[in-house]
């Protein structure tokens, strides 16, 4: 863990916001685990070891990594993708996100999502979170998170550079891409079961923040409440 204490939330301003989306705008948890759980029951995994893996990834990636005999992991996610858009109960926004967002000029903010893009509009419609202009989903990139590709292409596609994005994460895959990227992060820690060890700022949501736009940048205002 680095000595380096976190620059303050507030001590800059940014051309764009780049959010990750499960954990981060909405928790999707409880759904996600329960799709995941019956993929892992069924390939004879340890379902309790198995579930911290795989989130913040892409389900192919994830399937890949467990090199399961006789799966082909591009069917085996697509399996699991359409499961997981039929089951949204109990996705809801982490809280004080839906008010944050409102206060982000449309051009200025993405979500970057290691979920597929029909995953990720299920999702957010379930959270009542408008999705916003711009979405990287899963479909965007050859590489996912931690690979800093998502994250380098949602700034492309706004027009800024990297350095100058503030990425909004809660993983380590998802920090690591936004780090390798060039951007700075800050660490949603809402639903965190266990402490995070991390040298970004970490807040429990958004409750109790705003943001300052003008033409230099996005500031972020206020103390985050848990």
């Given at each position: ?28 948890i ?8 019956r ?10 070891a ?76 379930a ?6 202009t ?7 990139v ?6 800093p ?11 800024v ?8 994460e ?8 936004g ?21 970004h700022?970490a807040?429990?949501?958004y ?16 103390e985050?409440?848990?």
């Amino acid at each position: 863990m680095s000595e380096v204490s976190p620059r303050p939330l507030g001590a800059r301003s940014y051309r764009a916001f780049l959010f990750d989306m499960d954990g981060t705008l909405i928790n999707s948890i409880a759904a996600a685990e329960r799709v995941w759980s019956r993929f892992a029951e069924r390939h004879g995994l340890d379902v309790q070891a198995f579930l911290p893996t795989m989130h913040g990834k892409r389900g192919v990636d994830t399937i890949s990594q467990l090199n399961l005999p006789g799966v082909d992991p591009v069917a085996e996610a697509a399996r699991i993708t359409q499961e997981e858009i039929d089951d949204t109960e109990g996705v809801v926004p982490i809280a004080g996100a839906i008010e944050f967002l409102k206060g982000l000029p449309a051009d200025r903010w993405a979500i970057v999502t290691s979920s597929p893009r029909a995953l990720a509009f299920a999702r957010l419609k379930a959270a009542g979170v408008t999705p916003p202009t711009l979405l990287v989903t899963a479909e965007d990139v050859t590489k996912g998170k931690p690979a800093p590709d998502c994250y380098r292409l949602g700034a492309e596609r706004l027009g800024v550079d990297p350095a100058d994005c503030l990425v909004f994460e809660d993983v380590p895959a998802g920090v690591l891409a936004g780090e390798s990227a060039g951007c700075d992060v800050v660490v949603i820690t809402a639903t965190h079961d266990h402490p995070f060890e991390t040298s970004h700022p970490a807040i429990p949501g958004y409750v109790g923040l705003s943001v300052e736009a003008d033409p230099e940048g996005l500031r972020i205002l206020g103390e985050a409440r848990g």
